[in-house]
């Protein structure tokens, strides 16, 4: 069975970080782009970060560049999301999805129906 689990929120202050893993199961995460999505109660989802699987280029959303840090360990079968000096407008469901590539990422692509896995989820919250 195919799946990706996130792992990792939970409830943070304003300033702080945390890392989220996306681990793959029945299937090798290094045949895969992973893309991060995130969706806040009231808005359209919106992508966050991507990594290819072939030479492990790396795109950001303009809002996190310098904050957040995507990488992978192909041994883990596992994606991460370092997220540092969170802030309030970071608090939302974060999900991971494999793809083929980052392309769907980059043309900003949300769509559930769009990429062939999506994660449950994991719960951000940024606040004193």
């Known amino acids: 069975q195919v799946r990706l689990v996130e792992s990792g929120g939970g409830l943070v202050q304003p300033g702080g970080s945390l890392r989220l893993s996306c681990a793959a199961s029945?299937?090798?995460?290094?045949?895969?782009?992973i893309s991060w999505f995130r969706q806040a109660p009231g808005k359209e989802r919106e992508g966050v970060s991507c990594?290819?699987?072939?030479?492990?280029?790396?795109y950001y959303t303009d809002s996190v560049k310098g904050r957040f840090t995507i990488s992978r360990s192909n041994a883990q079968n596992t994606v991460y999301l370092q997220m540092n000096n969170l802030k309030a407008e970071d608090t939302a469901v974060y999900y991971c999805?494999?793809?083929?590539?980052?392309?769907?990422?980059?043309?900003?692509?949300?769509?559930?129906?769009?990429?062939?896995?999506w994660g449950q989820g994991t719960q951000v919250t940024v606040s004193s």
């Open positions: 999805a494999a793809d083929r590539d980052c392309t769907n990422y980059r043309f900003g692509i949300v769509a559930h129906r769009d990429y062939p896995s």
């Open positions: 029945g299937f090798a995460l290094d045949n895969y782009a």
């Open positions: 990594i290819s699987d072939s030479d492990s280029s790396t």
